[in-house]
């Protein structure tokens, strides 16, 4: 089955620099691959998310990369702030009738103001 | 819309009991899913459902039970609690058989001594 492997675990940076997480993927039939956010005590929230037809996609400061061929796909966030900090997962589903999302290990992101 | 809720937002079992983790949603989905935390270990699924009277096994199903009587209700049971079994719970739901958000709840954190 799926395999999403995510890095680095954690990742700390100062306040204006930016942060990028990446994972990789298994299974060729994947073709979304969503990033959540989740801050303590609360649930996952989506963030950003791109299908397999988009190499790249942005949403103000945060943007996701996909590489079908090397299946990868990476978060990056430019001019991080405080409130960034939180646990990101990325995920992928092969979508279909279930779309069960495999999840990443998660990265705990620190921003140092 | 309340989105998904979870009840109760936090529980303590002793091993042996038995109990159910309560989740609904609001937004009309087919698609529910139960997914448990633990840390370093990212979200794993533990079953799904892509419509009422239709449920599936996820990932890690073993010692959890699922029924889909409503649209609106995906109840997880325990039915003899094990302290393996100390995690945190979320729900998700989205339109199922689409490439789509899946939306979580705030999650039920248990322990089980």
């Known amino acids: 089955g799926e395999n999403v492997e995510q890095h680095p675990s954690t990742l700390s940076v100062q306040e204006g620099d930016s942060a990028v997480i990446k994972c990789t993927y298994s299974d060729s039939a994947s073709n979304y691959f969503p990033w959540y956010k989740q801050e303590l005590g609360k649930g996952p929230q989506l963030i950003i998310d791109i299908r397999s037809n988009v190499g790249e996609k942005k949403d103000q400061r945060i943007a996701v990369t996909l590489n079908k061929t090397a299946k990868h796909f990476s978060l990056h966030i430019t001019e991080t702030q405080p409130e960034d900090s939180a646990v990101y997962f990325c995920?992928?589903?092969?979508?279909?009738?279930?779309?069960?999302?495999?999840f990443g290990k998660g990265t705990k992101l620190s921003v140092k103001p | 819309n309340a989105g998904v809720t979870q009840t109760p937002k936090f529980q303590v079992l002793k091993t042996g009991q038995s109990m159910t983790l309560q989740c609904a949603q609001d937004?009309?989905?087919?698609?529910m899913s139960w997914y448990r935390q633990d840390p370093g270990m990212g979200l794993r699924l533990i079953h799904y459902?892509?419509?009422?009277?239709?449920?599936d096994q996820g990932e890690v199903p073993n010692g959890y039970n699922v029924s889909r009587s409503t649209t609106e209700d995906f109840p997880l049971r325990l039915l003899s609690a094990a302290p393996s079994q100390t995690s945190v719970y979320f729900c998700?739901?989205?339109?199922?058989?689409?490439?789509?958000?899946?939306?979580f709840g705030p999650g039920t954190r248990l322990t089980v001594l």
């Open positions: 995920a992928a589903s092969k979508g279909g009738s279930q779309g069960n999302l495999i």
């Open positions: 998700a739901s989205k339109v199922a058989g689409a490439v789509d958000t899946q939306y």
């Open positions: 937004m009309n989905h087919e698609y």
């Open positions: 459902s892509v419509g009422a009277g239709i449920t």
